[in-house]
Structure formats: C-alpha cells, structure tokens
C-alpha cells in the first residue's frame, strides 16, 4: 500500500471509479434513486425533528425526575457534543464499510436509544442515552448524504439534496409544534417513543430499497491518532462555545479550552500530511469551492441558527404565546423551506450554485435586518413576511452549499464529506448561539440599568440587577412575588423593550454575518467529478 491514494484524472465526460458492489435489477426497488431518496428522509427527519422537539419536553423532564437545571442543560449538551465530535469520524466510517451498513446501524441505534429514554426513570440515565442519540445520529446523516451522492446522477443530484434539505427544515421547524402537542396531550416520554416507529420504517425500508455503494479507492485502515486528535480538538471548541456564556467570554476558562483546540486542530493538520491513510486528506481542501462551501455553512447557520435562538423567547415571553403558537408564526419559514427546497435544487442545477447562493444570502441578510427590526407590538403579519423571507433565502443555501461540499469531494471521500458539511452546521450554530448570546447580554447589561431608572422603578443592588439581567436576556419580565400589579406592569415594559434592544442588535449583528456570506458565496461551483481530481490533486 502507498502512502497516497491516486484519483484518476479522467475527463468531465468520463465514467466516475465508483463500482457499486451491486447493481440493482432493471426496474426494482433496490438501489433505486428517488425510493433511496425517500427512505433516507424517514431517517434523517428522525434526527432533525429530535433536535428540536426535546427542547419542549425538557420543562416537563425537569419536574417529573426532579433534576436540577445543569442537569436539563445536559439533556441538550450531550446530545450536541456527541454529535458535533462524531459526525467525521461517522463519515470516514461510512466511506470504509458501506453508507448502507452505517445509516441502518445508525437508524437502529437512534430508535433503540430513544425509546431507552421514554422508558429511563432517572436524569442520569436520560442523560446517558442522548449521549448514545448523538453518536448513532452521527452515523446517520453523513450516511444519509453519501448514499444520495452515490444513487443519483449528477444532474439530479440538486434536486435530490434540495428534497433532503426540505425535510430536515420542516422536521427542524416542526419539531416545536409537534413537541408542544405531545407533551401537553400525552407526556414527555412520548417525545422519545415516537422515534420507534419511524426508526422500524426506516429500517425496513432501507432493508429493501438501499443498495451499498462502494468507491475503488475507499479507505482500507482507520487513522486511530487522527481521529482522537481531531475527537478532542472539536471537543475543546464545542464545548468552550456552550460554556462561555456560563463562563463568560472573557474567562481564563473559556480562552484555555479554546486555545487547547486550536493546538489540537494544528497537531491534527501536521498529523494528517504524515499518515498514510488520514482521516481528512488536507488537499481535500485545494478545492476552493469546497472549502468555500465549508466556510458558507458555517456562516448561514451562525446567522440562521443564532438569530432564531432569540426569536422563540421573542414569541413566547415578550408576545406571551404558547410553545405551540410560536411553532405555529414560524410556520412561514418552514413553509418557505418546504417550497424552496426543492425549486433551489432545480435552479441550482440550471444555473450551478454561485447565483443562488449569493442571493439566498442576500435574502437572509436582508431578513435578519428586518427582524432587527421586531417591536414590542409587532404584529404577525410583518413578522410572518421577515420569517417568510429568512426561510426563502435559507433553501437554496442548505441545498447549494451541501451539493457544493459532497459534490466537490472524491466518491470515495462522499462520507467525510457528509461530515464535514453537518460539522460546519453544528459548529456554525453552536458559534452563533455563543456569540449573538454574547451580543445580547452585552447589550441587556448597558441599557438595564438606565432603562429601570428611567422608568422610576426603585433601584436595585449589584447582585438584584445581574440575576433581573438574566431573566431579561430571555425576555422575562424579573418580577417579585407580591409586586403591586402597576409597578409589575413597568417592569414588564422595561423587561421587553431591553431584551427587544438587545435582540435587534444580535439580528443586525447576523445580517452582517449573512452580507459577509454573500462574498463567499461567490467562490463556490457545482461539483462535478471530483473524483476527476479537478481541484484535488492526490490525495
């Protein structure tokens, strides 16, 4: 075995060095594109909906096993980590023994984890399985786009990804609405037991329908050094991130962890050019579209994920609605992802990804602005037009920069880049959260203090103002039992018009991230043959 794996340089035209180790029967089931499109959505939506439907359960989770708060933040931190550390790794694992083997062997172990936490009487052990959620969810979805990479040809690849990305953000947006019913008419646990039967369907149908593709050049040997170094860098960062706001971003805490990844990613790139068969070959990244698409993930989920974390506690504690009324005033954003899914990948594949990607992020920078510029009393339809408008700018932005990533790597690299692309928007929305979280509190802590004494309420201690700053960063009105009914209503107003300031600051704070995406957005092509080695080299 040589220290390099050679991609052939075969012409635009020419056949891809990918041999199925089947092939399916004219006419059959096996193998065929649009049936391994739809079987691979029953899964993938499985993963997108419990990232978000949990959140709801956790209240109810909290009082009937009698956790403490850190311990529900887990419910969330573990599930995320395990993720976020997994997903590359998963790929590589996906690129060596079969994208069908892995997404089934993910499918199982999502379902069997999640009926264990309907059934688990004990924080530990809810926490334990959502760790065990992450790392089956982390097979899962590279899995998921390898399969797709590998079934169908490039010129309906778009349209494929574009359905894909339809039904991971409706499970996403859903998953509120969904999660409010549940708990309200049945309980929490059935938030977990409803992964059972869609995992089952999953399984059989990927039992009959999936068709295991495999590359000529797939890896033979695992790089055990790289993937601990590579486990552990995206741990120090992951996990600085979710702590920081704890922390605090100035804390010599924060800055250590992020330091220590830092030093661990460059171990890990220097390791990478010495080793045989690395984990992430680095002249994968030659590729500028590529690396590109990488970067733009990054940026729309950081704007994406980061602006709609303050727009729950917009709609629930500064307009007072219930969890499953918010769900339902972000139903155009979930509309608009529905639709615009699938018509991206159409365009994108008339046009390649360069146009619409730099509109769909035009449009969600557009978007964040007029979100920035949300009131107290804004009514649903100026808000339904922002959420309308940040959902038809995100379709073509989840699908061109997916297509852009497993499109521009080797057949053979299909896998770890389905990683890469659900690290980027892991980590991209974990950065968003810290980041415009910092923002938001930055801003509460300034203009607390003279907005309470300009509504001449009665002055507060150090440690008074810090805890109502708190409540206020989510849109919580800090008031004491007992509080006189028009003094509480003053404090209402200053508790909403400081978080309002806060949050059009972290919304405009977005867009700029979203204007700078358009400039990236640029550089990117379609992905055509890469295993051609157009932009690859040997690798």
């Given at each position: 075995m040589t220290s390099q794996t050679t991609i052939d340089k075969t012409?635009?035209?020419?056949?891809?060095?990918?041999?199925?180790?089947d092939q399916p029967p004219a006419g059959g089931l096996r193998g065929h594109p649009w049936f391994t499109l739809i079987t691979v959505a029953v899964g993938v939506m499985m993963?997108?909906?419990?990232?978000?439907?949990?959140a709801i359960a956790n209240p109810a989770?909290?009082?009937?096993?009698?956790?403490?708060?850190?311990?529900?933040?887990?419910?969330?931190?573990?599930?995320?980590?395990?993720?976020?550390?997994?997903?590359?790794t998963a790929g590589k694992l996906g690129d060596r023994f079969g994208h069908r083997q892995t997404f089934l062997i993910g499918v199982v172990g999502f379902a069997a984890a999640s009926g264990a936490i309907g059934l688990s009487d004990s924080i530990a052990f809810v926490v334990t399985f959502r760790v065990l959620q992450g790392l089956f969810g982390a097979l899962l979805m590279p899995a998921a786009l390898g399969l797709l990479r590998a079934t169908f040809p490039a010129e309906k690849l778009n349209m494929a990804i574009g359905i894909?990305?339809?039904?991971?953000?409706?499970?996403?947006?859903?998953g509120p609405i969904l999660g409010g019913v549940?708990?309200?008419?049945?309980?929490?646990?059935?938030?977990?037991?409803?992964?059972?039967?869609?995992?089952?369907?999953?399984?059989?149908?990927?039992?009959?329908?999936?068709?295991?593709?495999?590359?000529e050049n797939a890896p033979r040997s695992f790089d055990l050094l790289g993937i601990a170094l590579l486990s552990a860098a995206m741990f120090c960062l992951v996990w600085a991130l979710i702590k920081a706001p704890e922390w605090g971003w100035g804390a010599g805490t924060t800055w250590t962890f992020l330091a220590v990844s830092v030093a661990l990613f460059a171990l890990f790139a220097f390791w990478e050019t010495k080793v045989t068969e690395?984990?992430?070959?680095?002249?994968?990244?030659?590729?500028?579209?590529?690396?590109?698409?990488?970067?733009?993930?990054?940026?729309?989920?950081?704007?994406?994920?980061?602006?709609?974390?303050?727009?729950?506690?917009?709609?629930?504690?500064?307009h007072g609605m219930s969890p499953i009324d918010a769900g339902l005033h972000l139903l155009p954003l979930t509309g608009m992802m529905?639709?615009?899914?699938?018509?991206?990948?159409?365009?994108?594949?008339?046009?390649?990804?360069?146009?619409?990607?730099?509109?769909?992020?035009?449009?969600?920078?557009?978007?964040?602005?007029?979100?920035?510029?949300?009131?107290?009393?804004?009514?649903?339809?100026?808000?339904?037009?922002?959420?309308a408008l940040l959902g038809l700018g995100l379709a073509p932005v989840m699908v061109g920069a997916t297509e852009v990533i497993v499109g521009n790597a080797p057949m053979e690299l299909s896998g770890v880049a389905g990683g890469l692309q659900q690290a980027a928007m892991q980590i991209g929305g974990s950065l968003g959260t810290a980041v415009l979280g910092a923002v938001m509190a930055s801003k509460v802590d300034s203009d607390l203090a003279g907005n309470w004494k300009d509504a001449g309420l009665p002055q507060l201690t150090q440690p008074q103002l810090d805890q109502a700053s708190e409540a206020v960063q989510v849109g919580m009105p800090p008031v004491a039992p007992g509080t006189p009914?028009?003094?509480?209503?003053?404090?209402?107003?200053?508790?909403?018009?400081?978080?309002?300031?806060?949050?059009?600051?972290?919304s405009l704070v977005a867009a700029g991230v979203a204007a700078f995406a358009v400039l990236v957005a640029l550089l990117t092509k379609r992905g055509a043959n890469a295993e051609a080695g157009a932009g690859v080299g040997h690798i």
């Open positions: 012409g635009p035209g020419d056949e891809a060095p990918s041999t199925p180790s993963v997108a909906l419990d990232g978000t439907i949990v989770i909290q009082q009937d096993l009698k956790a403490s708060f850190a311990d529900v933040q887990w419910i969330t931190n573990g599930y995320f980590l395990a993720l976020a550390v997994s997903l590359i894909w990305g339809m039904v991971i953000g409706a499970s996403t947006a859903g549940l708990v309200e008419h049945v309980n929490w646990q059935s938030v977990f037991f409803i992964n059972v039967p869609v995992g089952i369907l999953a399984v059989v149908l990927g039992a009959v329908i999936l068709l295991d593709h495999r590359a690395p984990l992430i070959p680095l002249a994968l990244f030659r590729s500028v579209p590529l690396s590109a698409g990488v970067v733009l993930m990054v940026l729309m989920a950081i704007a994406f994920m980061g602006g709609l974390f303050f727009v729950t506690f917009y709609l629930q504690n500064v529905i639709v615009g899914s699938p018509l991206a990948g159409a365009m994108i594949t008339k046009l390649g990804p360069r146009v619409p990607l730099a509109g769909g992020m035009a449009a969600t920078a557009i978007a964040m602005y007029g979100m920035s510029t949300l009131e107290t009393d804004t009514g649903s339809a100026v808000m339904s037009l922002w959420f009914d028009a003094v509480a209503a003053k404090i209402a107003d200053v508790a909403h018009d400081t978080f309002i300031s806060g949050m059009s600051l972290a």
